[in-house]
């Protein structure tokens, strides 16, 4: 993907991001920061994230918005006018989730509806929703809650003739809120244990840059109601684990060897592997270079009257489920490289006092 030209495509836009101080948000907004907009919005409930955002961004088109997206009024007018919606904000944290199902429903579907039905009402031409590797074959309430919101995207694509809207689904980020890294380097700067899940685990990896352009790129190639899937490396957490302790133990103040690693078995909500696309998303799934294209399941209920879609390429039909477990994981040299290119060099110095605010050293080290 070429980012300059992607950045130039939003020349004279006005953009809101939503969720703008979380990990995904953040980066996104650092992104179109870049960009010849009009103006850029960032909508968030949490203020002392907000003011830090608008230390760290530069651009005098970034306008900063108190506010939640489960108020449907707020969402409305921080949309208005806007060329284009990208849509992060969410309760994200799998275990969290499944001990507050009604509060997931809120922010996760009554926020995402807020988001459509603003869009809807003030035309907005493209409105982009972040899902999750979760969403394929869930077995959380987090999970459960992305895919309803990709069917209620698809649905969406369909009220309007003049608003697109389109799911990028992630895999796990790096280095993002509450990620495994964050926790590995807190358990390491503590002298261990590691906690690991289990030998076996594996997931999809992404830096957040690598997010940002994901679902910008996306949002601007969309046709309405697809979900887009970045092919990406996957790994085995229990390497990654090795790979922390064997880089960064005796920065953080500890002899390698002497860090332990420990399996504690998964988490209610969890899988031992990750899916970024299902056996029957296959089927109606386009394979690009850097990416799947998952074609809306309303295909099949037919285009309403006026609604022209764009012509598309002749499917692919694939045959097989996009699974971690079945990909070719990482060596150790591919994830140190991995690490860096997430920045973690540029965060060790937090860890290194024990003056973070990363999870506590018995908090289990999963990627969420």
């Not at 990028?168 to 993002?176: D, E, I, K, Q």
């Not at 040299?333 to 060099?345: H, M, T």
Request: aromatic content about 4%.
């Amino acid at each position: 993907m070429d980012e300059d030209a992607v950045l130039q495509q939003l020349a004279g836009q006005v953009v809101l991001v939503t969720g703008a101080c979380g990990s995904v948000g953040s980066a996104v907004a650092h992104l179109l920061a870049q960009a010849p907009l009009e103006r850029l919005r960032l909508l968030d409930q949490h203020e002392e994230g907000m003011h830090r955002l608008a230390g760290e961004l530069t651009s005098p088109h970034c306008r900063y918005l108190i506010g939640d997206v489960r108020s449907p009024e707020r969402v409305r007018l921080a949309s208005r006018g806007c060329d284009m919606v990208i849509h992060t904000a969410a309760l994200k944290h799998v275990a969290l989730g499944e001990y507050n199902p009604s509060e997931v429903v809120l922010t996760n579907l009554v926020g995402l509806n807020a988001v459509i039905q603003a869009a809807l009402e003030n035309r907005v031409r493209r409105t982009a929703y972040t899902s999750s590797d979760k969403a394929a074959h869930p077995t959380s309430v987090m999970g459960a809650s992305k895919l309803l919101g990709e069917r209620i995207i698809a649905a969406a694509r369909d009220l309007q003739e003049n608003s697109l809207f389109c799911c990028t689904r992630f895999g796990n980020v790096l280095g993002s809120s509450g990620s495994v890294v964050r926790t590995f380097l807190e358990q390491i700067s503590r002298g261990g244990p590691v906690t690991v899940t289990h030998p076996e685990m594996t997931r999809f990896v992404m830096t957040l840059e690598q997010a940002a352009r994901q679902i910008v790129g996306s949002c601007l190639a969309a046709e309405g109601g697809e979900v887009f899937v970045l092919k990406m490396p996957a790994l085995r957490i229990d390497d990654l684990a090795e790979v922390m302790i064997s880089k960064y133990a005796e920065y953080l103040g500890h002899r390698p060897e002497s860090i332990e690693r420990t399996y504690i078995g998964a988490r209610v909500g969890e899988k031992l592997y990750e899916e970024l696309m299902t056996t029957e998303e296959a089927t109606r799934a386009r394979e690009l270079e850097h990416q799947f294209v998952i074609d809306s399941p309303a295909d099949d209920w037919g285009v309403p009257p006026g609604h022209q879609l764009s012509p598309q390429p002749a499917p692919k039909t694939l045959s097989a489920a996009y699974v971690s477990s079945d990909a070719t994981l990482l060596t150790s040299d591919q994830i140190a490289d991995l690490l860096r290119e997430s920045g973690i060099e540029r965060t060790l110095y937090r860890y290194r006092n024990n003056d973070s605010a990363a999870p506590r050293k018995d908090s289990v080290g999963v990627l969420a």
